[in-house]
């Protein structure tokens, strides 16, 4: 025991006693911020007096056969004002343990210094050395700490995933519904939950690399490494896959095809969008129903054609008849109801008006266009004009003005628009400049 106490070493600090970290013996309790004692170096934060540690006291967690680092009390300034060599010590071994970046964790390693400070000293003591990363060997005044953000840095619950229960609640749900929100995604990380083969990782996670790999041991620890790659690959394209085709909210249904076959023909072509990107895939698929409906029109044209159906009405109606035959239900009242149908289709004045306009050209149809006048008005008056014409021998505008009183207008362009065509030639009026031509010469 007096061996003990005389192993003691007590060192007058010359930092505020406030800032000195109060240590206790984790096994006894006992103050030993003065004197030499043991860390484990596998436990964190687990240190003993030497008393315990020269008769091998155990824990649950701690054994006597762990590494362990003999400390004595470093109150002294090294590098910087505020910070005494057992906070840098413990600050490198945090980040150590750690990880850089990570400072509420090197923190509470730390103890006596907060994350922020943690972070300046690093930084501002080795980072920024002129010599970095080692510190220059001069005490350095105390670091100016940034000014606190002012946005809310307190810690928040974690809950990437949209499915998780206060994000369903903001949106006024309660249970899943969603492709997206049964997967558990997580926008913002752009990835799942549970990922495709979750438990991958259990592949590399023993596999380390020492010069005493055999040539065997290696192979294996890589050909580990390939089929994990491969199974990252295989995440990043089905999650990219779901992304391009929007199934996030609901699952693709289709392309756009409206009928049976062309959604038959979607079905089939749907496993190309493993390996061809939407967009083309889309324009390709659309391509080949457009195809498809243009084959079933023609073919629909050439029947028309062949039963001497001349217009679309008509082939409209020969269709809806076909219909009725090919159930081979029809009724004295279903052939009677027909027949009403399509009498009163055929002289309703639409119709009608329909079967003019295939006798006219596309000019004339135009000119109808832009007049505003039906088909049956513009008949009426190239009637008259043509008549009067073949009566007179000619013509001329102001006579053709007057055949139509309160018509001027629409009379004006019908005849300019027939003398354009040359409907009004006269053959005495173009041998006319010949005799005149001849007599002029003689």
Not at 14 to 32: A, F, V
Not at 44 to 59: D, K, M, N, R
Not at 72 to 78: D, F, I, K, L, S
Not at 206 to 226: P, V
Request: net charge negative.
């Amino acid at each position: 025991m007096s061996q003990h106490k005389s192993a003691k070493k007590k060192v007058e600090g010359n930092e505020d006693p406030e800032k000195k970290l109060m240590k206790k013996c984790s096994y006894c309790g006992r103050d030993i911020t003065n004197e030499v004692y043991v860390r484990c170096a596998k436990c964190i934060g687990f240190i003993e007096c030497l008393e315990c540690f020269s008769v091998g006291a155990e824990t649950a967690s701690h054994f006597h056969t762990h590494p362990y680092i003999i400390i004595e009390p470093m109150h002294q300034v090294v590098y910087r004002k505020g910070w005494t060599a057992e906070e840098e010590f413990l600050l490198l071994h945090g980040i150590q343990v750690c990880g850089l970046g990570n400072w509420h964790e090197i923190e509470n390693i730390v103890q006596t210094k907060n994350a922020i400070e943690c972070e300046t000293h690093y930084f501002g003591t080795y980072l920024q050395s002129p010599i970095a990363p080692m510190p220059l060997d001069e005490v350095l005044p105390e670091a100016v700490l940034p000014p606190p953000p002012e946005y809310d840095t307190s810690p928040r619950d974690s809950r990437p995933s949209i499915s998780h229960d206060k994000n369903l609640a903001d949106r006024g749900k309660k249970d899943r519904t969603t492709p997206a929100e049964f997967a558990g995604w997580m926008p913002r990380r752009n990835e799942f939950e549970v990922e495709y083969q979750n438990e991958a990782e259990q592949l590399i996670a023993n596999i380390t690399f020492t010069e005493n790999d055999t040539a065997q041991s290696l192979e294996q620890n890589l050909r580990f490494l390939r089929v994990y790659n491969e199974i990252l690959e295989e995440r990043h394209n089905r999650t990219q896959f779901a992304i391009e085709w929007d199934l996030f909210d609901e699952d693709f249904r289709s392309f756009g095809g409206k009928t049976k076959s062309e959604r038959e023909m979607e079905e089939a072509l749907m496993p190309l969008a493993q390996v061809v990107p939407r967009k083309p895939l889309t324009e390709f698929i659309q391509s080949v129903e457009r195809e498809s409906q243009l084959r079933e029109s023609i073919l629909t044209l050439i029947k028309w054609r062949k039963n001497g159906i001349a217009t679309r009405d008509e082939g409209l109606m020969f269709n809806e008849l076909e219909k009725l035959m090919n159930e081979e239900k029809l009724t004295p009242a279903q052939v009677e109801a027909w027949n009403k149908k399509q009498m009163m289709k055929t002289e309703s004045p639409e119709f009608r008006a329909t079967l003019i306009r295939q006798l006219l050209d596309t000019s004339e149809n135009n000119l109808c266009h832009q007049l505003s006048i039906s088909p049956n008005m513009y008949l009426n008056l190239k009637d008259l004009l043509i008549r009067e014409f073949t009566a007179r021998g000619e013509i001329t505008e102001e006579l053709a003005v007057s055949f139509s009183p309160g018509q001027e207008e629409y009379m004006r362009k019908v005849y300019e628009h027939i003398k354009a065509k040359g409907l009004f030639w006269n053959p005495a009026e173009k041998s006319k400049p010949k005799q005149e031509q001849k007599k002029h010469n003689e």
